[in-house]
């Protein structure tokens, strides 16, 4: 019967809504995580009939050393995890120099950032631009079943 009355649901019920993100101790796990990750190498491999060798090259010191000109490997990976486990899908735009070689990898705000299916498939819309799937890097930690 206590759940029933007006003070029993004002007990039970908290004021105001809160995401779990913004609980310390989920913040704190998800950091952890990030760290763990942004520690890791990116190691470049290639198959050959003696089995996988390292790739070192401007590509795999651009992926694992220097990906964006303001962000060490460590800052990025860490930006990429968080953001995977807060908001479920990560968008890095990938830019180029004249020469056609990778230049830095620029992650998108994910409040920015929204998907826009098509039919048979989807469009990425930044700042009034619509990117297809394979103009971006998206890394999808809770894919749409739809």
Known sequence: MYVSSLDGWETLLCSGYKP???CTEVQTAIGV???LVANMTIQLMQNTPMGDVRIRNGLSRKLDIEPHRYM???TF???LVRVLMTHGNQVTVPKYNREGYLDELEPLPPGQVSF???GSGYSIMY???SF???EVLHFP???DPD
């Open 20 to 22: 779990v993100t913004s």
């Open 33 to 35: 995580y990030a760290s």
């Open 72 to 74: 060490t490997h460590q």
């Open 77 to 79: 990976m860490t930006n």
């Open 116 to 118: 826009v299916s098509d």
């Open 127 to 129: 700042q009034g631009r």
């Open 132 to 134: 297809a799937p394979d």
């Open 141 to 143: 930690l809770n894919p």
